[in-house]
């Protein structure tokens, strides 16, 4: 079982809609991280969460330790959004080591 | 801006041999760290590295790799014997603190 499971894998959605990305985990964690990956392959990231929410243009994460769940969200959403967004952890107990998801890819649309 | 670089793109070599992935952190920063990525599977943390030595390491890091700062601004990491399935894209990436990390463009390694 992954420790990092997210939702959707895949999501199409139209140029303006408002989008939604979720990713829960099933170990105790220091921080989350949010990452954009390209369709050429480079890794961009977004954010670190240790708790609530953060704002970056039009882009929100959020993350409720308790319930060990994080969204990213992405408003008026635009063809250049268009890659997969990862989520990843740093499980309590480790500095660095990260654990991935599979990530969520999102096409936007026209 | 500053940006982290990796070369080469691209490297194929024989299942056997020795391959060095080289890494050029941004210049401030004091974490490095190696991923790799299989095709179409998910980001794995190989390794990380502060002060000069190993901070962390996965399961995935056996020793037929190793990690090494020769001079200060190159970040390497070495597979002794290359096997099949170490064919994947290795991602450096560099912080200035445990924080927000920057990778670089990333190498694909190819083993034939």
């Known amino acids: 079982k992954n420790e990092v499971e997210q939702s959707p894998q895949n999501l199409t959605a139209q140029e303006g809609e408002f989008i939604t990305i979720n990713c829960s985990y099933s170990?105790?964690?220091?921080?989350l991280h949010w990452l954009q990956q390209h369709p050429g392959g480079g890794i961009v990231s977004l954010f670190m969460?240790?708790?609530g929410k953060k704002k970056h243009g039009r882009l929100i994460a959020t993350i409720n330790i308790q319930e060990k769940h994080s969204s990213l969200h992405i408003t008026a959403s635009h063809p250049r959004d268009s890659a997969v967004y990862i989520c990843?952890?740093?499980?309590?107990?480790?500095?660095?080591?990260?654990?991935f998801g599979t990530g969520t890819r999102l096409q936007v649309t026209l | 801006e500053p940006e982290v670089t990796q070369t080469p793109s691209h490297q194929v070599t024989q299942m056997g041999q020795e391959v060095i992935l080289r890494c050029v952190p941004i210049?401030?920063?004091?974490?490095f760290y190696w991923y790799r990525q299989i095709l179409g599977q998910k980001v794995e943390f190989l390794v990380s590295?502060?002060?000069?030595?190993?901070?962390?390491k996965s399961e995935i890091f056996d020793d037929q790799f190793s990690v090494e700062r020769p001079d200060g601004s190159n970040f390497t990491l070495k597979i002794r014997s290359t096997k099949l399935e170490d064919s994947a894209m290795y991602f450096c990436?560099?912080?200035?603190?445990?924080?927000?990390?920057?990778f670089g463009p990333g190498t694909r390694l190819t083993v034939l």
């Open positions: 990436a560099s912080s200035i603190d445990v924080t927000e990390q920057f």
């Open positions: 170990v105790g964690i220091s921080a």
């Open positions: 969460l240790s708790s």
């Open positions: 990843a952890v740093l499980p309590k107990g480790t500095a660095s080591k990260l654990t």
């Open positions: 210049s401030n920063h004091l974490y």
């Open positions: 590295f502060y002060n000069n030595e190993i901070s962390e």
